[in-house]
């Protein structure tokens, strides 16, 4: 199995800009997680979802977040517009309904 | 308020020692605990795990003791090793195989030759 996918790796973009990160789950995995790495506050959840339906988005920073997850084998977050503060490295991870959840190799976002 | 704590940032141990990384938490709601490893520019990767009503797990070098009623859980490696060298992350779950993680900010350690 390929494991979870993230694109990008990395993204560059200006204050302003509209980011699209995007997930890939494990074939199989019915959960999805949305997490969001910062110095300041470590791994922190933003978002999950169970079938398809987002079940917590508590964590999600404000209304310039927004995730969505069409199909059980795509999800994406987005943030419009981009601010410099969002700039952390954002994980995507998924579970077939076990504890363990199995991370991607995450996307390193740089908002100047 | 963090319900994770992870209260050493860093650790550092010789090869062929052993290495205990330490983990409190404050909600005791919490049923299943796991920890993670975390390669630079990799994602977290799950390590081992231990369910509330056991106090001892063991994976072969890894083992992970939950103290209830001190809220405190605590990986050992025996013997460490260079390449355990990394990021360990401490997470806690409630609300079922279904629910979220709650993770500590992490230790990093080292192991030296």
């Known amino acids: 199995d390929a494991g979870v996918i993230q694109s990008p790796r990395h993204e560059v973009t200006e204050m302003g800009q509209e980011v699209t990160l995007r997930c890939k789950p494990i074939s199989g995995h019915n959960s999805l997680f949305w997490y969001r790495q910062t110095m300041m506050r470590g791994l922190e959840l933003l978002i999950y979802f169970n079938n398809n339906v987002p079940i917590d988005d508590s964590g999600m920073p404000e209304d310039r977040f927004s995730a969505k997850m069409p199909n059980a084998s795509f999800s994406t977050l987005k943030i419009q517009p981009s601010e410099p503060r969002d700039s952390a490295v954002y994980f995507c991870?998924?579970?077939?309904?076990?504890?363990?959840?199995?991370f991607g190799p995450g996307t390193r976002l740089t908002v100047t | 308020d963090q319900q994770v704590k992870q209260n050493s940032p860093s650790l550092s141990v010789q090869e062929g020692r052993i290495s205990i990384l330490n983990c409190d938490y404050t909600n005791s709601m919490f049923d299943y605990f796991l920890w993670y490893k975390k390669y630079p520019a990799e994602g977290p990767t799950f390590l081992i795990s231990?369910?509330?009503?056991?106090d001892k797990n063991e994976d072969g070098r890894f083992t992970v003791f939950l103290n209830k009623s001190a809220k405190h859980l605590s990986l050992h490696i025996v013997p460490s090793q260079p390449g355990d060298s990394a990021v360990y992350f401490c997470?806690?779950?409630?609300?079922?195989?279904?629910?979220?993680?709650?993770f500590g900010k992490g230790t990093k350690l080292s192991v030296k030759p």
């Open positions: 997470a806690a779950n409630y609300g079922g195989s279904q629910g979220n993680l709650i």
């Open positions: 231990i369910s509330s009503i056991k």
């Open positions: 991870a998924s579970t077939p309904g076990r504890y363990e959840q199995y």
